[in-house]
């Protein structure tokens, strides 16, 4: 009859059934690859990408808020981002990318927009995968969907939890105080969906929104209201809200 193990020589045999059992068990969710829907289709991403390309001012604004940072981007890198953007490679204007270029930075990531990439898609898949969101659509949503992409769907939920949060705290200030005065710099930016989606959520009055817009906007002293679309830009436009509401 074998004699018992030592209570030491247990201990270290269960520890090694349980290194091998964690060996074997799947990656996590945000770790591995995944099959993402999209505007476009069905694509399969890396997970969590190392080399992602934004090529749509939301897609870097979200990537950022991941602190995901792209290796480069198309478009004008609108300045409420910062030093974020320090290193991230221009790729040419959003509708007209640098094809070329992209592929050279050898990219595991592609994100772009049906509204603007369409025509280029089967060309960026062959570079790397792409997942595109539509323009069209409120941010929210495209924030999961990047959340999902870019390996932090629930990063992606707590960010839009906090983004609610402080969306509330504004709304009972103006509440309190009065809609805000804003300035002129910001008005023409009132007619945009993305603003119009966040003047909506704190309960303030606005022009009824024109999505052609867009093709206008240019970074200038209030970025985040005239050209940023996402997570980073929506929170700035709640601070601008909350100073613009001061007595």
């Known amino acids: 009859m074998p004699r018992p193990l030592p209570a030491l020589s247990a201990a270290l045999a269960l520890a090694l059934v349980g290194c091998q059992a964690t060996a074997s068990d799947d990656a ?13 289709g069905e694509t399969k ?10 090529l749509y001012p939301s897609e870097l604004d979200d990537a950022l808020a991941f602190g995901s940072v792209p290796i480069a981007a198309a478009g004008a890198l609108p ?43 089967k060309r960026l898949k062959e570079i790397a995968p792409t997942v595109v969101l539509d323009q069209k659509v409120d941010w929210k949503p495209n924030l999961r969907q990047d959340g999902e992409t870019l390996g932090h769907p629930d990063f992606a939920e707590k960010l839009l939890t906090d983004y609610d949060r402080q969306a509330a705290r504004v709304k ?65 436009i709640l601070a601008d809200l909350r100073r613009f509401s001061r007595p």
């Open 28 to 40: 996590p969710e945000s770790e591995r690859p995944i099959k993402v829907q999209h505007a476009l």
């Open 79 to 121: 300045r409420y981002l910062g030093e974020r953007t320090a290193g991230i490679t221009q790729v040419g204007p959003i509708a007209r990318p640098d094809v070329a270029e992209i592929e050279a930075l050898d990219p595991d990531l592609v994100l772009g927009t049906k509204q603007s990439h369409k025509r280029l898609y």
């Open 45 to 54: 991403v890396p997970g969590r990408a190392e080399r992602p390309v934004a």
């Open 172 to 236: 009972r200030l103006i509440r309190r105080r009065g809609e805000p005065t804003l300035p002129s710099e910001v008005r023409p930016a009132l007619r945009r969906p993305f603003v119009a989606s966040i003047l909506d959520d704190v309960g303030v009055d606005h022009p009824k929104p024109r999505s052609d817009l867009l093709r206008d906007a240019r970074p200038g002293r209030y970025d985040a209201w005239t050209l940023g679309i996402g997570y980073i830009a929506a929170t700035r």
